[in-house]
């Protein structure tokens, strides 16, 4: 069943893959057009999200975190100021307790 260096086998699959090849081009043409075409529309699309993404961000995020950035200054100050008062008396007792013991005499 050989004929020379190939079985006739071989040659009809050959013949069969090749023709089928031939017919199946335009359909795998088709078919990676259509991929290439939903591939650019994703691409731009994620190009498109991400420029809302950052515009987003620049309008709404910035402003936003710069308020809270002044809010909490303004929250620090106030403590700061509602505190002072009570550290300077908490710190003359403590240097008036101090000064007190530094000038008893000790006893023998």
């Given amino acids: 069943m050989t004929t020379g260096f190939f079985s006739v ?8 893959l090749l023709a ?5 081009l335009p359909a795998l043409l088709v078919i990676g057009a259509i991929v290439l075409v939903f591939s650019l529309i994703a691409g731009v699309v994620g190009f498109v999200l991400r420029l809302v ?4 961000a620049l309008v709404l995020i910035v402003p936003l975190m710069l308020a809270g950035f002044g809010i ?3 929250v ?10 009570l550290l ?4 003359i007792v403590w240097l008036i ?5 530094a000038s008893q ?3 023998r």
């Fill in 9 to 16: 086998f071989a040659v009809l699959a050959t013949l069969v």
């Fill in 20 to 24: 089928c090849g031939v017919a199946i």
């Fill in 53 to 56: 993404g950052w515009l987003l």
């Fill in 72 to 74: 909490a200054l303004a």
């Fill in 76 to 85: 620090g100050v106030a403590l700061l100021h509602a505190a002072l008062p």
């Fill in 88 to 91: 300077l008396v908490v710190g």
């Fill in 97 to 101: 307790a101090h000064h007190h013991r």
């Fill in 105 to 107: 005499p000790v006893a």
